[in-house]
T-cell receptor, first 116, second 117 residues
Framework: GESVGLHLPTLSVQEGDNSIINCAYS??????FIWYKQESGKGPQFIID?????DKRQGQRVTVLLNKTVKHLSLQIAATQPGDSAVYFC???FGAGGTSYGKLTFGQGTILTVHP | GAGVSQSPSNKVTEKGKDVELRCDPI?????LYWYRQRLGQGLEFLIY????????KSGLPSDRFSAERTGESVSTLTIQRTQQEDSAVYLC???????????????FGAGSRLTVL
């Protein structure tokens, strides 16, 4: 079946470095993508989202890039801080082409560790 | 409330017992979702409520799993005759409207960790 997956299960960076977390998706009908951050013992926290009619979206210290040609999504975190240490999940939604509600398909997650 | 509340936060039960997990969504959120997260894995969709109806139950693993929602408020996920493979964190999320994006982005609770011995 179609799924969302991650290239790198773990990523270790030094404080102040930029981090890039990658995600591959296989459903070309997906029209909406989200990144969530999950800290230990907590539920996923929304970071940033992007629609399929865009290829880049920026937030505070975060940027999401979408490459529909190769079905690839990435999350860039600028000036990574120890507080950014968490598991990061990408998720896709088959919105307009399928469901019209928030049924998300999640990837496995990438563990980001930021060293002081 | 300020966020999505789930209870209990931890539940340890014996194989074969029934368990109930509760979710209090954000006030005014019409859409409610249950997801399951196995150790070290991503979230799996279980069920979606719009109001008190469940248009999509496709993720429920078996007929041992059921869920109810009272109006646009509390939801209960019930697992009957629990098995060891049911051990996971069960996460509830709610959104302002059904779309799940933009103003309707899903807000998750902290989850209920279920351990079946």
């Amino acid at each position: 079946g179609e799924s969302v997956g991650l290239h790198l299960p773990t990523l270790s960076v030094q404080e102040g470095d930029n981090s890039i977390i990658n995600c591959a998706y296989s459903n070309s009908a997906s029209d909406y993508f989200i990144w969530y951050k999950q800290e230990s013992g907590k539920g996923p926290q929304f970071i940033i989202d992007i629609r399929s009619n865009m290829d880049k979206r920026q937030g505070q210290r975060v940027t999401v890039l979408l490459n529909k040609t190769v079905k690839h999504l990435s999350l860039q975190i600028a000036a990574t801080q120890p507080g950014d240490s968490a598991v990061y999940f990408c998720a896709e939604n088959f919105g307009a082409g399928g469901t019209s509600y928030g049924k998300l398909t999640f990837g496995q997650g990438t563990i980001l560790t930021v060293h002081p | 409330g300020a966020g999505v509340s789930q209870s209990p936060s931890n539940k340890v039960t014996e194989k074969g017992k029934d368990v109930e997990l509760r979710c209090d969504p954000i006030s005014g959120h019409t859409a409610l979702y249950w997801y399951r997260q196995r150790l070290g894995q991503g979230l799996e969709f279980l069920i979606y409520f719009q109001g008190n109806s469940a248009p999509d139950k496709s993720g429920l693993p078996s007929d041992r799993f059921s869920a109810e929602r009272t109006g646009e408020s509390v939801s209960t996920l019930t697992i009957q005759r629990t098995q060891q493979e049911d051990s996971a964190v069960y996460l509830c999320a709610s959104s302002l409207g059904p779309r799940g994006s933009g103003a309707n982005v899903l807000t998750f609770g902290a989850g209920s960790r279920l351990t079946v011995l």
